[in-house]
């Protein structure tokens, strides 16, 4: 009996697109679309390139068990944009855990509307939707608020700089009760 590669590669490829639809429709945040979620007016793409640490998030399946997480960006010769994500799983010292994906992005207006692909043929919305001056933190997030992240330039973050950014993600409609602190 001869194993047929290209057979078992489509099966298994199709096997990982539904599994993937099945976990991505069984969202545990309810899904809000009004008022319409605003992104920042403007982002310098140059100055947000680099190092990110997540601080606080709305838990999602694709992070479960993540410690120390962290979002290299980095431009790529053809104008798109390289995500690195890491994490140490299970404990801060814990085996690193690794995701490369690419963004692109969609509102050339204001930089602040992205979409960023892991895996092919999906992609996710990535808005920047506040933005210090100085580019020490950003708020991202999605159109249906499902997702959220609280990002900063250094690992940790002022307890007064968090809760004048809790605030603001209040009043832009998301639930706290949601929000998570990043393990460390």
Do not use: H
């Not at 047929?4 to 096997?15: A, M, P, R, V």
């Not at 539904?18 to 310098?44: A, M, N, R, W, Y």
């Not at 399946?61 to 390289?82: M, V």
């Amino acid at each position: 009996m001869r194993f047929n590669f290209k057979f078992y590669s489509l099966f298994y490829i199709l096997y990982f697109a539904i599994v993937f639809l099945l976990i991505s429709g069984c969202q545990s945040i309810p899904k809000k679309t009004s008022p319409e979620l605003q992104v920042v007016p403007q982002v310098d793409i140059e100055r947000y390139l680099g190092k990110w640490y997540e601080i606080a998030l709305y838990p999602n399946w694709f992070e479960r068990g993540c410690y120390r997480s962290t979002a290299f960006y980095e431009k790529l010769d053809d104008g798109q944009i390289k995500v690195t994500n890491r994490c140490r799983m299970y404990s801060p010292d814990g085996e690193l855990n690794e995701a490369i994906g690419i963004a692109s992005i969609v509102d050339k207006n204001t930089n602040a509307k992205l979409e960023v692909q892991f895996f092919w043929p999906f992609k996710g919305d990535y808005w920047i939707i506040d933005l210090d001056q100085d580019y020490k933190y950003s708020v991202v997030s999605e159109p249906g608020r499902q997702y959220l992240w609280i990002l900063s330039r250094s690992p940790n973050m002022d307890n007064q700089t968090l809760e004048a950014l809790k605030a603001k993600i209040r009043e832009k409609g998301f639930d706290l009760g949601y929000l998570k602190k990043t393990l460390r």
